[in-house]
């Protein structure tokens, strides 16, 4: 293999496909990025098996196509370091590879492609979806907070994409908060589902720029893949049966509270501060016009509460919550007035932005409640 590339080209590819690179592996060949040089593109893959990257990039001249393995620290440690100029990569017969630039030269080992795992796509049966790229970043900022970390159900340590015929909704859930994002800008033929795990989600997250229009998306049983300008996010499934959330959300909440949502959330932290550290209870008192919210802890004899006026109509109510699960819902909205239904203390409260608010119907969040003394 010989070629010249610019190295800020070459940094850009491998920092793209990074996050793939396992911090610690049983096959030590995953510790490298794999070049494959063909005509005048440079494809650089690296994958921990359960999570692949793929990217692209032109080359400014191919001497001599190929394909290695190349270590993935090494090369992003010496590609920081170096100003944008011209790189020449030759391979040589002892198994290294010399990157020559206009004032020296790095000799880095190098290993045969062969040994890299065979990485496997989706297959025939594959469903394919166009997902228009910031409806795809929206949903997933909008979830991804919500997943559980759940070694007993798996299911639930994903985010699940649940396609219909009129519109596709993320959902996530950790069993004490249940986020759901739909958009209408996703449809398909027939109804399909598939549980992307959060950690591909996040890189997703990470990688994909503002300048990204649409994101080509196919799954089958087993895998997913995902396709953006030049990259490609390839990863394992989490298998399982997902719970049936719409059985959870709320349809006869009757008691509704209409408040600001940054003075509710700035409210919730202040109060939060005299919780119980171990617990975090915090508690709402709701009457016509106002809300209360208070907090203590016994054993450090502090407390706090603070009253804020709302719009209010319904039974006066006392209900206990979690503050980082309330302070968490809160956060992630981007509207600016949410309104909060509830039935009684001890079912599940629902959070909506206000009716007036552009997403009004795009987001909807349950938190569950706890007992209060």
């Known amino acids: ?24 592996s049983p096959l030590p060949i995953l510790e490298n990025f794999l070049f494959d040089l063909n005509g005048n593109v440079l494809e650089i893959t690296a994958s921990d098996t359960e999570l692949t990257l793929k990217t692209q990039i032109e080359v400014e001249e191919t001497v001599e196509e190929g394909k290695i393995a190349v270590p993935a620290k090494h090369m992003m440690d010496l590609l920081k370091e170096l100003p944008d100029q011209p790189l020449t990569i030759q391979t040589s017969s002892d198994s290294s590879f010399v990157c020559s630039w206009a004032s020296g030269e790095s000799n880095l080992p190098y290993f045969p492609a062969e040994d890299y795992p065979e990485i496997t796509g989706t297959d025939e049966t594959a469903i394919s979806i166009m997902f228009p790229a910031q409806s795809l970043l ?30 596709t909704t993320l959902v996530a859930s950790d069993s004490h908060k249940l986020i759901c994002y739909t958009t209408t800008d ?24 503002k300048d990204i229009e649409n994101v080509d998306v196919a799954f089958d049983s087993k895998n997913a893949s995902f396709c953006f300008g030049q990259t490609m ?34 409210t919730v932290r202040r109060v939060s501060v005299c919780a119980n550290k171990a617990s975090n ?6 009457q016509n016009g106002s809300l209360e919210i208070s907090a203590q802890d016994l054993g450090f004899s502090i407390a706090a509460y603070e ?9 006066p109510l006392t209900i206990g919550f979690k503050s980082p699960f309330i302070i968490e819902i809160l956060s992630n909205m981007n509207c600016g007035e949410i309104v909060m239904k509830f039935l009684d203390s001890k079912r599940a ?12 119907e795009k987001i909807c969040g349950i938190i569950m409640p706890i007992m209060i003394s």
């Open 281 to 286: 209870h915090i508690k709402f008192d709701l």
């Open 138 to 167: 929206e949903g997933i900022s909008s979830t991804i907070y919500a997943t559980a970390d759940d070694e007993i159900r798996p299911a639930m340590n994903g985010i699940l994409f649940d396609i219909d015929v009129d519109s």
């Open 1 to 24: 293999m010989k070629l010249i590339i610019s190295s800020s080209e070459l940094l850009r590819g491998v920092m793209a496909v990074s996050k793939a690179i396992p911090a610690k």
């Open 233 to 266: 996010v390839i990863c394992r499934l989490v298998v399982g049966k997902y719970p049936k959330y719409r059985d959870v959300i709320p349809q006869n909440n009757s008691n509704i509270l209409k408040i600001n949502r940054l003075q509710l959330l700035n």
């Open 186 to 209: 996703v449809k398909a033929a027939a109804k399909a589902s598939f549980i992307l795990h959060k950690k591909p989600a996040a890189i997703l997250k990470a990688i994909i720029g």
């Open 307 to 315: 009253k804020m006026q709302c719009q209010y109509d319904g039974e």
């Open 349 to 360: 409260a629902l959070i909506v932005p206000a009716e007036e608010e552009e997403d009004s």
